[in-house]
C-alpha cells in the first residue's frame, strides 16, 4: 500500500476547497481536523502492512503541506488586494524535519514565513490568522518571521537555526525569495570558513553534550528514539556536517561523493528507517509525540511491531535487542564519520606533522592503531593482535581498522575459539590491570567478542526488567569493567582506598573474568545467578582455565549478590554475621574480590545508583569481616561459633535477604 499524493490532493480538495466554508469559520476548522483525521488513519493503516518508517513520515509530510498550504490561502483570502500584493512576495518555508519531508504522525512543525524584508502590520497579522488557523486544528507549530538576511543572521550565533535552515524546503509562496535565502545562505554560510568552522566546533560541543545527557550509551533501557545516542539525531548529524564540509545533500550524495562507503550507507538507510518505524509506532500507539521508549511502552510497541516471544525472550526483548542493534550500527557510522570530518586539525610536533610509526605489522597515527596497507592480512590470531597490540600501547582502534575486523569475524569459528592460542590471547587481555574495559568494548562493537564467547552473544543487547538497572546487560558489564579499570589505573584520589584493596589482589585476571560473566545466566529464565555459574563451567573448561583461576571467577560468579545484599539488608552489628560471612568467602583474596566486584557492579547499574550511604555498608561490611580471615582481633560483639555454625548463618542470612 503505497502512499498516493495525487489521492491526497483529491481528499484535501473534496474536504477542503468545498462550497460554503470559505464564510464559516467554525466549519472551515472542522473540515481541516476532518481532513487530518482521515488522513492520520489512512497512514496507520499503512505503517500497519507494513510500510517503511522514512515512507510514513514523508507522506505525513505531505499531508501536513496540504494543510498548511490551505491555512495559508484561508489567512491570506480574508486580506484586501494591497495586502495580497504585497502577500505575494512572500514565502513559506518547511525547516527541521518537516523541511526534510520526514515528519512523525505527531512531530511539531516548523515553519518559517519569509518576506523579503520590512513587512508591513498587515502581513504581521495575515501570520497570526494563519498560525491561529493551524493552532486551531491541533497542530503544535514553531514558526518565526523573518527576512533572508536576518535568517542568515540568526544562523550565524545559533546552531539550532543553522540546522534548521540546511533543510529548508518551500512549501508555498514566492520561489524567488526562497531561492534569495538558499544563494544568502550559500554565500554567506557555506562559503564562509570562519562561519563554517564555528558551525563545527558548535557540533563537537553539541554531540558531547548529549552524549553526556543521554548516559554515554546507545544501550539504555529507556532510550530516546529521536534525541539518543545511535537516534535518528545521529544521521541528522552526519547530514549537517557534509552539508557543512562539502555541501553534500543527503546520504545519497555523501555516498555518490565517496565521504562514506556503501556498508555504511546500508547500514545506515537500514537503521534509520527502522529507527523511523519505531518512532511512527510510538506515535500512533500513544497519539501524542513520544520519542522516549519506556519499559512500561515497549511491550505494547512490540507486538503492535509483530515480535512474537522466542528462545526463551519476550516478544518485547527480541524487539529491544534489534531495536539496539539498528541503534548501535548508526551509532557506528556516525562516530566513524565525525571522527574523520569533525575532527580537529592534525596535531604538529615541533616539526612539523608527527609521522606515522610501525608497531608490530600495524601503524601508529593520531593516537590510533591503524592497519598497514589496505586489508588485514592474516588468520582470526591477527584480529587478536590487533587488541593486543592496542591495549598494550593504550591505542584506539581506527575506523578503518576496526571496519577491517568486522569484515574477519566469520574466520572466528568454533575451532579456532576453542583452540589454545585463541583462549590464551583472550585471557592475556584479562590480565592487564586497568587496560582491560577498552579492549573489550572494542571486541564487543567488533562482533569479535560474542564470535570468541557465543555465550556472550545471549546476552547482547538484553533488556533487564527492573527499575533499577538503566542499561542493557551488556553495556552494563562492560561499564562494570570500566568501573574495576578506573580502580585500577589509581589516577582518582576517591578511589584510593578502592585502589589499595585492588593492588593486595594477587591475580586481576578472575576478577576481570567474573566481571565479564557475572550477569552471563540472564535472558533464560529466572535463577540467573545458579544458570550463569553452569554456563560459566563449561565456558572455563573449552577456555582451559587453570583449577585455581576458575575456581575464583565461579565464585564471584556465584556470590555476586551476596555482599550487597548483606551490607544492605542486615543489621551488621548482627552476632556472628561477620564470622559466617567471612566462613562463605574463605580467604581474604576471595574477600578482596567480591568486594571490588561488587563496588563495579553498583557503579555500572546506572547514574546517582551508587552513593555515600552504599559505600559506608559496603565498606563497613568489609572492615567487619577482614579480621577474621586475616586473624586479626576481634570486633566487640562478635560471638565464637563452630564452622558448621558458620555456615548455616551464611545460608540463613542470604535465604532471608
Known amino acids: 500500500m503505497q502512499i498516493n499524493r495525487e489521492s491526497i490532493q483529491v481528499h484535501a480538495r473534496e474536504r477542503l476547497d468545498a462550497p460554503g466554508l470559505a464564510d464559516n469559520r467554525e466549519a472551515q476548522i472542522e473540515a481541516f481536523k476532518r481532513f487530518l483525521k482521515l488522513e492520520t488513519e489512512r497512514l496507520r493503516m499503512r505503517h500497519r502492512f507494513g510500510l517503511g518508517g522514512s515512507e510514513i513520515a514523508t507522506g505525513r509530510s505531505y499531508q501536513i503541506d496540504m494543510v498548511v498550504t490551505r491555512a495559508c490561502q484561508v489567512a491570506a483570502d480574508r486580506a484586501d488586494r494591497v495586502v495580497q500584493r504585497e502577500l505575494q512576495q512572500c514565502a513559506v518555508v518547511a525547516l527541521g524535519g518537516y523541511g526534510r519531508g520526514e515528519l512523525a504522525p505527531s512531530s511539531d512543525v516548523d515553519l518559517l514565513f519569509l518576506h523579503p524584508g520590512r513587512p508591513s502590520e498587515d502581513v504581521a497579522r495575515f501570520v497570526e490568522q494563519a498560525l491561529q488557523i493551524l493552532w486551531d486544528v491541533g497542530l503544535t507549530v514553531g514558526h518565526s518571521f523573518r527576512s533572508p538576511r536576518e535568517c542568515v543572521a540568526e544562523a550565524k550565533d545559533d546552531l539550532h537555526s543553522r540546522t534548521a535552515l540546511t533543510e529548508a524546503r518551500l512549501v508555498a509562496g514566492n520561489a524567488s525569495l526562497y531561492q534569495a535565502l538558499l544563494r544568502q545562505l550559500e554565500t554567506d554560510l557555506l562559503r564562509n570558513r570562519r562561519a563554517t568552522e564555528g558551525f563545527l566546533q558548535s557540533m563537537r560541543v553539541e554531540l558531547a553534550e548529549r552524549g553526556a545527557k543521554f548516559g554515554g550509551a546507545v544501550c539504555v533501557l529507556e532510550p530516546n528514539v529521536k534525541e539518543g545516542l545511535g537516534g535518528l539525531r545521529d544521521l541528522h548529524a552526519i547530514l549537517w556536517v557534509g552539508h557543512a564540509r562539502f555541501r553534500s ?381 586475616v586473624g586479626g582481633e576481634r570486633r566487640h560483639g562478635d560471638d565464637d561459633r563452630g564452622e558448621g555454625a558458620r555456615e548455616t548463618a551464611v545460608a540463613e542470612l542470604l535465604e532471608a535477604s
Do not use: C
Open 249 to 629: 545533500r543527503g546520504l545519497a550524495g555523501l555516498r555518490a561523493e565517496g565521504w562514506i562507503s556503501e556498508r555504511e550507507y546500508v547500514a545506515a538507510r537500514r537503521a534509520y528507517d527502522f529507527l523511523s518505524r519505531v518512532r511512527n509506532e510510538a506515535h500512533f500507539v500513544t497519539g501524542r509525540k513520544t520519542d522516549l521508549l519506556t519499559l512500561d511502552l515497549q511491550p505494547e510497541l512490540a507486538q503492535s511491531l509483530g515480535y512474537k516471544a522466542k528462545g526463551g525472550l519476550l516478544p518485547s526483548e527480541l524487539f529491544m535487542r534489534e531495536y539496539f542493534r539498528r541503534a548501535s550500527e548508526l551509532y557506528d557510522v556516525r562516530r566513524g564519520f565525525m571522527l574523520i570530518h569533525l575532527a580537529s586539525e592534525p596535531r604538529r610536533s615541533l616539526f612539523g606533522f608527527r609521522r606515522p610509526r610501525s608497531h608490530k605489522g600495524f601503524t601508529v597515527k593520531d593516537g590510533q592503531l591503524h592497519v598497514r596497507g589496505e586489508e588485514l592480512k592474516g588468520g582470526p590470531m591477527r584480529v587478536l593482535e590487533a587488541f593486543a597490540n592496542a591495549q598494550g600501547e593504550g591505542l584506539d582502534l581506527s575506523e578503518e581498522l576496526k571496519r577491517a575486523i568486522r569484515e574477519r569475524t566469520e574466520a572466528i569459528d568454533r575451532a579456532f575459539r576453542s583452540s589454545r592460542d585463541a583462549t590464551r590471547a583472550l585471557l592475556r587481555l584479562l590480565e592487564r590491570r586497568g587496560r582491560v574495559g577498552p579492549a573489550l568494548r572494542a571486541m564487543h562493537e567488533t562482533g569479535v567478542l560474542g564470535r570468541l564467547l557465543p555465550e556472550w552473544a545471549r546476552i547482547t543487547f538484553l533488556v533487564q526488567h527492573d527499575f533499577f538497572h538503566k542499561y542493557t546487560v551488556d553495556e552494563h558489564t562492560l561499564k562494570a569493567v570500566e568501573a574495576l579499570d578506573e580502580v585500577a589505573a589509581g589516577s582518582d584520589p576517591a578511589l584510593a582506598r578502592l585502589g589499595k584493596v585492588f593492588d593486595e589482589l594477587e591475580d586481576a585476571m578472575p576478577l576481570y573474568l567474573g566481571m565479564l560473566l557475572h550477569d552471563i545466566g540472564k535472558g533464560r529464565g529466572a535463577g540467573h545467578v545458579t544458570r550463569g555459574v553452569k554456563i560459566a563451567t563449561r565456558m572455563f573448561e573449552r577456555l582451559r582455565l587453570e583449577p585455581k583461576a576458575a575456581d575464583s571467577a565461579l565464585f564471584l560468579i556465584g556470590a555476586h549478590l551476596e555482599m550487597s545484599q548483606l551490607s544492605q539488608q542486615r543489621d551488621l552489628s548482627e552476632p556472628g554475621l561477620a564470622q559466617a560471612f567471612a566462613a562463605r568467602v574463605g580467604s581474604l583474596e576471595r574477600l578482596n574480590l567480591l568486594f571490588l566486584l561488587t563496588y563495579a557492579d553498583h557503579r555500572a547499574v546506572g547514574p546517582g545508583i551508587w552513593n555515600e550511604w552504599k559505600a559506608s555498608l559496603l565498606w563497613e561490611l568489609y572492615d567487619r569481616t577482614r579480621p577474621h580471615l
